[in-house]
């Protein structure tokens, strides 16, 4: 069965490029453009197998969106992985500290995506 | 006069002053919708590159579509193949059996035939062999009618003595004459039985020749369809390495266009860099406006809050990505702390 990921980017852009590579790998695809509204889909009924979060968005950046999925109900051992052009390592550190899986630095290229999401999802 | 001179020109520099300071003013306050425009121009740069990058995403997205169309055709193509090829082998195996009953109907048809072939050439043997004794007894029959004949003569000189031997010769020549009838009926049946034998060894031989050419016929169409087998096996199997090399190209175009959607994904962190210098010209914006306000305050000391200078300095704040903190600090020609790029791709 096809795992799906949540794509969480105010870029529409880079939610079309990650959704299309995602797709074209066999996964199911859902998006939101910040992370309250990504919070509204996990609350809503959403269950990804894997979520991949821009860090710099309005409303709410990627760091409150993990702190908030992982005291989420059935949410806590979902996979999260950083995407962002974000470099300040004080960052990183703090994506780490909430129980992020990992940190991706944009650009990334398609295979090496699909590489890291068939190591930190069992199955996929 | 010299005093009146002297204010005179104190007069007419205030004025130049008042003059170029309202100029400046004027400069300053054109500034801010200057600046307003040149953030504008960012913003629909940005959006225009936007536009262009999800247009190329949606025909990488149209060329990933037609390509897996063109594998689910072959597929399907296979499938019926696969299926075709199944009947055919199916088939082939009922043709196997069944030419290999009729091959051993043949041998056992041939093996009669050749066995009945025998016997009737024997029988036509040992009929005509029958026609020596029919000849012999017929021979036989004639002495005897010639030896009776003598009798009866020998018989009759004997008067009434030879009475009794006279009937015995008449008997005898009676017997020898049947015998010789006999005989020549027999040899009547024999020759024809002959005759229909000599016909039925000559059928059985060219039924046995008919079986030859059967075979030799039989042999002929299983190895047609052998080869027919063969040739479509041949077919099948460079149709599978087609679709395999289509597969295999296929994942490959997946890989080129997934590596593709990765570079596109600059346009992103383009968007980002220009944002942050469409932000640095609303700041210089706000920048000139308050100047502008503080030229038209009588009180002004000349003392600003923040400067420019501190307000660029605020931008490094602001930045996401080391090389614009590097930039930052090339062009200023300070050594601004920033942390090493850290991998890329770094897993927890």
Redesign the interface.
């Known amino acids: 069965m096809a795992k799906t990921i949540l794509i969480v980017?105010d870029?529409?852009?880079?939610v079309?490029?990650?959704k299309?590579?995602l797709e074209?790998?066999g996964f199911n695809v859902v998006t939101a453009s910040d992370g309250v509204q990504a919070l509204a889909k996990l609350k809503g009924g959403i269950k990804p197998d894997l979520i991949i979060t821009d860090v710099?968005m309005p409303n709410m950046d990627g760091l409150e969106l993990i702190r908030n999925v992982k005291t989420l109900p059935g949410f806590r051992f979902t996979p999260i992985l950083t995407l962002?052009?974000?470099?300040?390592?004080?960052k990183?550190d703090q994506a780490?500290q909430l129980g992020?899986?990992?940190?991706?630095?944009?650009?990334?290229?398609?295979?090496?995506?699909?590489k890291?999401i068939k190591?930190?999802v069992p199955g996929a | 006069m010299n005093i009146f001179f002297n204010s005179k020109n104190s007069t007419r520099a205030i004025d130049r002053l008042d003059h170029l300071l309202a100029v400046v003013g004027q400069e300053l306050e054109n500034l801010s919708p200057y600046f307003g425009v040149m953030h504008q121009q960012l913003i629909g740069a940005i959006q225009e590159t936007e536009t262009g990058v999800m247009a190329v995403i949606d025909r990488i997205n149209a060329v990933h579509g037609l390509s897996c169309g063109q594998v689910d055709h072959l597929k399907k193509s296979m499938g019926q193949c696969r299926v075709l090829m199944d009947v055919i082998d199916q088939q082939g195996k009922q043709n196997e059996k069944m030419v290999a009953v009729i091959y051993l109907e043949m041998h056992r048809h041939a093996a009669e035939l050749k066995t009945n072939l025998e016997r009737s050439q024997a029988l036509s043997k040992d009929v005509k062999e029958l026609q020596g004794i029919v000849d012999t007894i017929a021979g036989i029959a004639s002495q005897t009618n010639l030896l009776a004949l003598n009798a009866a003569i020998e018989a009759a000189h004997a008067g009434s003595a030879g009475a009794g031997f006279g009937v015995v010769a008449s008997e005898v020549k009676t017997l020898s004459v049947r015998a010789a009838e006999s005989a020549n009926d027999i040899a009547v049946k024999i020759n024809a039985l002959s005759k229909r034998m000599d016909a039925d060894v000559v059928s059985s031989e060219q039924s046995a020749l008919a079986v030859r050419e059967s075979t030799v016929v039989l042999k002929g169409i299983v190895q047609n369809i052998a080869d027919l087998e063969s040739r479509f096996n041949t077919s099948s199997g460079e149709m599978r390495q087609i679709i395999e090399s289509v597969q295999t190209s296929n994942n490959d175009l997946v890989t080129q266009l997934a590596e593709a959607l990765g570079q596109i994904q600059f346009q992103d962190v383009v968007r980002q860099r220009v944002e942050q210098v469409g932000k640095a010209l609303q700041d210089l914006s706000e920048h000139t406006r308050m100047i502008t306000g503080k030229l038209s305050e009588d009180c002004w000391d000349g003392t600003l809050n923040p400067t420019l200078k501190e307000r660029l300095d605020q931008h490094v704040g602001g930045y996401v990505m080391n090389s614009q903190r590097e930039i930052h600090a090339s062009v200023l020609g300070v050594n601004t702390p920033c942390s090493a790029d850290g991998p890329a791709i770094d897993l927890f």
Request: net charge neutral.
């Open positions: 980017d870029s529409a852009t880079m079309l490029s990650v299309s590579t074209m790998n710099n962002t052009t974000e470099s300040q390592s004080a990183r780490k992020a899986t990992g940190w991706l630095v944009k650009p990334v290229s398609g295979p090496d995506l699909i890291v190591q930190v």
